[in-house]
């Protein structure tokens, strides 16, 4: 079992920045991917950003490339995603989640995921 915990959530303006963490607890000795998924009110989940074990490869939605970063500390059992130029449809809550799929062609797939954190909300002002 792996417990997600995600922070960092907030209140900023267009244009701003924020950055997101996911501490992970348990079973943290499995190579897992991690992903980033949020979901804004009324629609469905969305893929954000993925990051292999090692850190090496990484997949980003392309609403988000270019702004969004995602990296992690296995040391620390953390990943992050740093958000910049922030945008009001990037209001949503933040899911980190957890797969044991090495293949970054499931990364995008919520359904491959079997870990979740419950969520941080970011919301942006225009």
């Known amino acids: 079992q792996v417990q997600l915990v995600e922070s960092g959530g907030g209140l900023v303006q267009a244009g701003g920045s924020l950055r997101l963490s996911c501490a992970a607890s348990?079973?943290?000795?499995?190579?897992?991917?991690m992903g980033w998924f949020r979901q804004a009110s009324g629609k469905e989940r969305e893929f954000v950003a993925a990051?292999?074990?090692?850190?090496?490869?990484?997949n980003y939605a392309n609403s988000v490339k270019g702004r969004f970063t995602i990296s992690r500390d296995n040391a620390k059992n953390t990943v992050y995603l740093q958000m910049n130029s922030l945008k009001p449809e990037d209001t949503a809550v933040y899911y980190c989640?957890?797969?044991?799929?090495?293949?970054?062609?499931?990364?995008?797939?919520?359904?491959?995921?079997?870990?979740w954190g419950p969520g941080t909300q970011v919301t942006v002002s225009s």
């Open positions: 348990g079973r943290t000795s499995s190579n897992y991917a």
């Open positions: 989640a957890a797969t044991s799929a090495s293949a970054m062609l499931h990364w995008r797939d919520s359904t491959w995921y079997g870990y």
């Open positions: 990051i292999s074990w090692s850190g090496s490869s990484t």
